[in-house]
């Protein structure tokens, strides 16, 4: 029988929600929700009128135009990386760039050809179409489609269709017969991290992989249904290719070749195929890849009799499995090597206080000379926030806490930039980190969308009713309470906030999407471009400024008020559907796990936090800034504790024991990640231990706020 527990697995991380860069949403309530009245618009104080009265979408979209017009692959534009603290600076901001040594590689050629049984051939074309409209398509420096941290080599053989290349989409496979072993394989994106899709068809003894988007991917804006593709139209261009990293992201981030410690030019080297692949992977569009599907049509098994979760996609095949007999495909990947420097631009405000301090932070590098929404949306935002912040600056404010002001570098490879810095600061973080802002995509469309760690929530609800949206008479709270149904989501990985979590700050990561209606966006294309974004993804650039406008609003609050806005509570509110959830894991299999320690520990937690609430009331009514001091440390650091236990089994970067993103996800999340994944997996013994150390991480961050 088909492996009943890795079903049970996918159904939980499907269920899940999870945004990382972008990815798939999944909400409760599928659709739109139904449009309420427009909520009121929260007053402002004079010093917040000040902030959002700085935001201009004209200076946004110009920071968006420096960025997308200039090579910004990581660790290849220092200039960029300069001058972006010298924006800053104009702000007022202490600025510095640091540099860190490390592996990188890069593309120097590649090659696909696919022969038919009766020796005709067909030559895919491997890049994207130049746009006569879209100047930085036709740019002599513009870059190759590539997987970063891909092999370098060459295979050539039958293939096979793997679906969306998920560990059971091959089990599937051998279930069903289907040979692997020595075989290329071809794989849609979407679901698991591109990195993990070439982990498992190489961890199947396949020899390559190629990795090709599918326009069932689209919603409903293609062009099968009548739109016309970009640039005319909104649809997907055919020629579009997602570029992208194949780490293997959920074993740990960073730099392969220095885990858990950062990289310097005498760092000592790890080897670095402990996350990285040894066969080679090329993406192709959809274009290249309708051919090669079609090859497999009648040959294995039909897609549809198949049946598993977007196997099958809207090309022109029956994405039969394969293989096809005498048909073939020959591929070829050459990848040169660099250790080299990368370099994170670091704004600073020093606070009043210096033992409490807030981190915002995006990544400048991109995989193309665009990236008009990833990163660059992000970036140009934060510029203009340290530009806001300037303003009151300029007047002799200071914050209450400081404020970090990050831009990094490498993220595209493998979070490398924010996690080699973590690595070096982890003491002055574990000492003084509240809280990290995470803005990677922020703008493809004008739905906003947030993750984020329980204590973050009602501050994040809150703020969002400050802010107008999209020059109407809505407030952005109404437009995310559409989009989402009122859910934020559980962080699992896939941008910068990873590392901090994983060393127990708490984070939220933001960004406005389009939805299934909207200008389709073109991830890690040439076409994430500034005419795209300008004419389909934000014209006008007011989701950008809405989105700035936010952004600054909640640091400004978390760095300024007396009692540090994080309700502790809802750790116990969520911690309470995390259990609910992995107590229908468990009653739906044979086995049986003793989890009462952890049921114990979660009471304890709730008791505390009514312990928490209480001593802070009395520290506002008592107006004791001791008091207040002792609370803001408790709220501040009780999340060391759920990273107080070692790290999960067999990838001991991720230490957070209460989620982290699956094992065969790498964005997606899992709660309570060691105890259910053991436990599927049917190591009981394992999933038992992970019971205690999980609760004894819960009553360490217990302990923290108890009174």
């Given at each position: 029988m088909w492996n009943m527990r890795t079903q049970l697995l996918s159904a939980a991380l499907a269920a899940a929600l999870c945004q990382a860069c972008v990815h798939e949403h999944h909400?409760?309530?599928?659709?739109?929700?139904?449009?309420?009245?427009?909520?009121?618009?929260?007053?402002?104080?004079?010093?917040?009128?000040?902030?959002?009265?700085?935001?201009?979408?004209?200076?946004?979209?110009?920071?968006?135009?420096?960025?997308?017009?200039?090579?910004?692959?990581?660790?290849?534009?220092?200039?960029?990386?300069?001058?972006?603290?010298?924006?800053?600076?104009?702000?007022?901001?202490?600025?510095?760039?640091?540099?860190?040594?490390?592996?990188?590689?890069?593309?120097?050629?590649?090659?696909?050809?696919?022969?038919?049984?009766?020796?005709?051939?067909?030559?895919?074309?491997?890049?994207?179409?130049?746009?006569?409209?879209?100047?930085?398509?036709?740019?002599?420096?513009?870059?190759?489609?590539?997987?970063?941290?891909?092999?370098?080599?060459?295979?050539?053989?039958?293939?096979?269709?793997?679906?969306?290349?998920?560990?059971?989409?091959?089990?599937?496979?051998?279930?069903?017969?289907v040979p692997l072993e020595g075989k290329i394989a071809i794989s849609r994106y979407g679901g698991p991290f591109r990195g993990l899709k070439v982990k498992n068809a190489q961890a199947y003894g396949m020899v390559g992989i190629l990795i090709f988007t599918d326009t069932g991917d689209d919603g409903n804006v293609t062009e099968a249904n009548g739109y016309a593709a970009y640039p005319d139209g909104p649809a997907r261009n055919p020629t579009s290719v997602q570029r992208g990293s194949v780490q293997y992201l959920s074993t740990y981030p960073g730099d392969p070749t220095t885990p858990g410690y950062p990289s310097k030019p005498d760092s000592p080297r790890a080897d670095r195929y402990v996350v990285m692949p040894k066969i080679p992977s090329i993406p192709i569009s959809y274009v290249d890849a309708t051919p090669i599907l079609a090859a497999l049509d009648g040959h294995g098994v039909d897609g549809e009799a198949v049946n598993r979760t977007r196997w099958v996609g809207a090309l022109n095949a029956s994405y039969s499995t394969g293989p096809a007999p005498g048909t073939t495909i020959k591929m070829s990947n050459l990848m040169e090597d660099e250790y080299t420097d990368i370099w994170d631009t670091i704004g600073i405000i020093n606070g009043t206080n210096p033992d409490e301090t807030i981190i915002i932070g995006n990544h400048r590098d991109a995989w193309i000379i665009g990236g008009a929404a990833d990163p660059n949306s992000g970036t140009a935002i934060i510029v203009e926030l340290s530009k806001a912040?300037?303003?009151?600056?300029?007047?002799?404010?200071?914050?209450?806490?400081?404020?970090?002001?990050?831009?990094?570098?490498?993220?595209?490879?493998?979070?490398?930039?924010?996690?080699?810095?973590?690595?070096?600061?982890?003491?002055?973080?574990?000492?003084?980190?509240?809280?990290?802002?995470?803005?990677?995509?922020?703008?493809?469309?004008?739905?906003?969308?947030?993750?984020?760690?329980?204590?973050?929530?009602?501050?994040?609800?809150?703020?969002?009713?400050?802010?107008?949206?999209?020059?109407?008479?809505?407030?952005?709270?109404?437009?995310?309470?559409?989009?989402?149904?009122?859910?934020?989501?559980?962080?699992?990985?896939?941008?910068?906030?990873?590392?901090?979590?994983?060393?127990?700050?708490?984070?939220?990561?933001?960004?406005?999407?389009?939805?299934?209606?909207?200008?389709?966006?073109?991830?890690?294309?040439?076409?994430?471009?500034?005419?795209?974004?300008?004419?389909?993804?934000?014209?006008?650039?007011?989701?950008?400024?809405?989105?700035?406008?936010?952004?600054?609003?909640?640091?400004?609050?978390?760095?300024?008020?007396?009692?540090?806005?994080?309700?502790?509570?809802?750790?116990?509110?969520?911690?309470?559907?995390?259990?609910?959830?992995?107590?229908?894991?468990?009653?739906?299999?044979?086995?049986?796990?003793?989890?009462?320690?952890?049921?114990?520990?979660?009471?304890?937690?709730?008791?505390?936090?009514?312990?928490?609430?209480?001593?802070?009331?009395?520290?506002?009514?008592?107006?004791?800034?001791?008091?207040?001091?002792?609370?803001?440390?408790?709220?501040?650091?009780?999340?060391?504790?759920?990273?107080?236990?070692?790290g999960l089994p067999g990838r001991e970067f991720f230490q957070h024991l209460i989620f982290a993103p699956g094992l065969d996800t790498g964005y997606a999340p899992t709660t309570f990640p060691a105890i259910t994944e053991s436990f599927l997996a049917g190591n009981i013994s394992v999933a038992a231990d992970y019971v205690k150390r999980t609760a004894d991480a819960i009553l360490v961050a217990a302990n923290i706020i108890k009174t």
């Open positions: 909400f409760k309530n599928a659709g739109l929700s139904k449009r309420q009245e427009a909520t009121p618009l929260a007053p402002l104080s004079p010093e917040e009128q000040i902030l959002v009265d700085s935001v201009s979408n004209v200076t946004i979209s110009e920071w968006s135009y420096y960025y997308t017009h200039g090579y910004h692959v990581a660790g290849k534009n220092m200039t960029m990386a300069e001058w972006t603290a010298d924006r800053f600076r104009d702000g007022g901001w202490n600025a510095s760039v640091i540099p860190y040594h490390v592996y990188l590689n890069y593309p120097v050629n590649k090659s696909l050809s696919l022969t038919y049984s009766n020796g005709s051939t067909f030559q895919p074309l491997l890049d994207e179409a130049v746009l006569d409209v879209d100047e930085t398509t036709s740019y002599p420096n513009r870059v190759p489609t590539f997987h970063g941290y891909s092999a370098s080599g060459s295979a050539e053989g039958e293939f096979v269709y793997v679906g969306r290349g998920q560990q059971d989409d091959f089990e599937r496979l051998k279930e069903l017969g912040f300037g303003k009151l600056l300029a007047q002799g404010w200071r914050p209450k806490r400081n404020i970090v002001l990050c831009s990094w570098d490498a993220e595209e490879y493998g979070l490398v930039g924010s996690t080699e810095f973590v690595e070096e600061y982890i003491p002055w973080l574990t000492d003084t980190a509240v809280s990290y802002l995470n803005i990677d995509v922020g703008a493809t469309g004008a739905w906003p969308y947030f993750d984020g760690t329980p204590e973050l929530h009602e501050i994040s609800v809150d703020v969002m009713k400050k802010v107008p949206w999209m020059d109407t008479n809505r407030t952005m709270y109404d437009a995310w309470l559409e989009y989402t149904g009122g859910e934020i989501g559980v962080l699992g990985s896939g941008s910068d906030y990873t590392s901090f979590v994983h060393r127990g700050i708490g984070a939220i990561d933001i960004s406005a999407n389009g939805g299934s209606n909207d200008p389709v966006y073109h991830y890690h294309s040439n076409y994430d471009s500034y005419h795209w974004m300008s004419n389909f993804g934000d014209p006008g650039f007011l989701a950008h400024k809405y989105m700035a406008k936010y952004l600054t609003l909640l640091a400004y609050n978390l760095a300024t008020q007396d009692t540090l806005p994080l309700n502790v509570s809802n750790w116990a509110t969520q911690m309470e559907i995390y259990y609910n959830d992995l107590e229908t894991t468990i009653n739906s299999t044979s086995d049986t796990l003793d989890i009462s320690p952890l049921r114990s520990a979660l009471d304890e937690f709730s008791t505390r936090t009514q312990e928490i609430v209480a001593l802070e009331q009395q520290a506002i009514t008592s107006k004791d800034t001791d008091l207040t001091t002792v609370v803001n440390h408790k709220k501040r650091d009780f999340q060391r504790g759920f990273t107080s236990q070692g």
